[in-house]
Antibody
Framework: QEQLVQSGAEVKRPGASVMVSCKAS????????IHWVRQAPGQGLEWMGR????????TYAHQFQGRVTMTRDTSISTAYMELSSMRSDDTAEYYC???????????????WGQGTTVTVSS | SYELTQSPSVSVSPGQTASITCSGD??????VCWYQQKPGQSPVLVIY???RRPSGMPERYSGSTSGNTATLTISGTQAMDEADYYC?????????FGGGTKLTVL
């Protein structure tokens, strides 16, 4: 079945970087955008950005520009999100999700990864 | 920056109709998605393009928009519908989420 499987939990020190992976299976990886969304404990969803797996083109949310980098490896159908200069308030569950876009019409994030817990603590 | 506003909580009795609203400037002119999230789980898409249901989503979920408001309606609400619900729209090339509404079925 169509699914996204994320890498495991991470614990990082303040100032460090983290890279989370998101492996797609059961569908054509390059046919859907990959979004990254995070959720701090007890809080709502926060969009971080997205990548077009076909072209590698990215769009980042303003509040993460300069700190986030999204990449992909089409040979293994995997997307990556790297967040640098981490702070304690970056502690959150990080999700990847796919979305189909056809001619600037968006069809919603219909498949989500299981989430990756990232803890930033000294 | 564009903002979407949701009421923090909504309560409904089993079998009744729940309405969850999301407001934003000229939201009715944009496509809106709705997501359901239960504790400890990843979000699930329940409505896309403002009123369309993904395959397998029960018919009791419906969406609509008008003016500055989008509404998610759950007819014949069941205990299993208790969850947090988030609206989402696009602003230029970026995604915006509402703050979420906790639906309590009691």
């Amino acid at each position: 079945q169509e699914q996204l499987v994320q890498s495991g939990a991470e614990v990082k020190r303040p100032g460090a970087s983290v890279m989370v992976s998101c492996k797609a299976s059961g569908y054509t990886f390059t046919a859907f955008y990959i979004h990254w969304v995070r959720q701090a404990p007890g809080q709502g969803l926060e969009w971080m950005g997205r990548i077009n797996p076909k072209s590698g083109g990215t769009t980042y949310a303003h509040q993460f520009q300069g700190r986030v980098t999204m990449t992909r490896d089409t040979s293994i159908s995997t997307a990556y999100m790297e967040l640098s200069s981490m702070r304690s308030d970056d502690t959150a569950e990080y999700y990847c999700a796919r979305e189909r876009e056809v001619g600037a019409t968006y069809y919603g994030m219909d498949v989500w990864g299981q989430g990756t817990t990232v803890t930033v603590s000294s | 920056s564009y903002e979407l506003t949701q009421s923090p909580s909504v309560s409904v009795s089993p079998g009744q109709t729940a309405s969850i609203t999301c407001s934003g400037d000229k939201l009715g002119e944009r496509y809106v998605c709705w997501y359901q999230q239960k504790p400890g789980q990843s979000p699930v898409l329940v409505i896309y393009k403002s009123r369309r249901r993904p395959s397998g989503m029960p018919e009791r979920y419906s969406g609509s928009t008008s003016g500055n408001t989008a509404t998610l309606t759950i007819s014949g609400t069941q205990a299993m519908d208790e969850a947090d619900y988030y609206c989402q729209a696009w602003d230029s090339s970026t995604v915006v989420f509402g703050g979420g509404t906790k639906l309590t079925v009691l």
